[in-house]
């Protein structure tokens, strides 16, 4: 299942609890984790998004039990249902959240597996552990790497360990996600976890939230814009925030010598 909740601190909480199951993604809470990042969008409540997990592991995938690809090669498989199961399923919740305007973190608190792993990284800021352990187990089932993580990965830690991670199955710890490129920070305990990705939750959450989630877009783009095009995005995503409360306050600030106190977006 899947909690979630906004508190007074403007962070939503998004918990996978389903620990018997180290997490594993059953249809209704691959859907319901879609579903609660547009409420995240929408609510202008909501200024920054927290995800993380019960027990041990964070998200161990998909449940294969309810995936089109756990029936393949058997009679009336259909393998076209494949490919809009991921584009309404895993793709969703990855879309959603890399185009979400607003700063999300993930707090991995133990093993996160293929597009349980791809659920973190789509994320602002990525935390963890000494527990931490990113899988990536497509080859050993005979499956191409999905849930973005063919966009993610290379990214992030570059094609040629991408490459080990996806064909070779290579795992990833929590310190050496950090040195990969992969996660912001590493604790030791999943208690300091807890608490230092709240933190972070809620520092984002005090944040200009509109220049935050602006900058966001622009960042998250440039892997697919030229510099001229670049720039003029970022002359418009300017402009754009120039009309926001959030500016003004944040020059109030700076002239009185005093931290901003900034509104939020209504």
């Not at 300091?192 to 939230?209: I, M």
């Amino acid at each position: 299942m899947i909690r979630y909740e906004v508190g007074d601190d403007h962070v939503a909480r998004l918990t996978l609890d389903r620990p018997e199951a180290k997490n594993a993604l059953s249809v209704e809470m691959r859907d319901d984790i879609v579903a609660r990042v547009r409420d995240a969008r929408a609510d202008s409540r909501v200024r920054s998004l927290l995800i993380t997990g019960v027990g041990d592991a964070f998200c161990s995938g998909m449940d294969l039990r309810q995936s089109t690809v756990g029936s393949a090669g058997g009679a009336g498989f259909d393998p076209r249902t494949t490919s809009e199961a991921l584009r309404v399923g895993v793709q969703a919740f990855i879309r959603e959240l890399w185009e979400l305007d607003k700063p999300t973190v993930a707090a991995v608190n133990g093993t996160a597996v293929g597009p349980g792993a791809h659920l973190a990284l789509a994320c602002d800021f990525v935390l963890t552990c000494e527990q931490t352990t990113f899988v990536w187990s497509f080859a050993r089932w005979g499956l191409v790497v999905d849930a973005g993580g063919a966009y993610l990965l290379p990214r992030l830690v570059g094609l040629p360990k991408a490459k080990a991670m996806v064909m070779l199955g290579d795992k990833v710890g929590g310190a050496e996600a950090v040195g990969l490129g992969l996660a912001y920070r590493c604790v030791p305990t999943p208690d300091e976890l807890a608490a230092g990705a709240s933190e972070l939750a809620v520092r984002l959450a005090a944040g200009p939230t509109r220049s935050l989630g602006l900058s966001k877009v622009l960042l998250n783009s440039s892997f697919e814009t030229s510099l001229p095009e670049s720039l003029e995005r970022e002359g418009q995503a300017q402009a754009m925030a120039a009309t926001s409360p959030e500016m003004a306050e944040g020059m109030a600030a700076f002239k009185e010598r005093r931290s901003p106190d900034f509104p939020g977006v209504r």
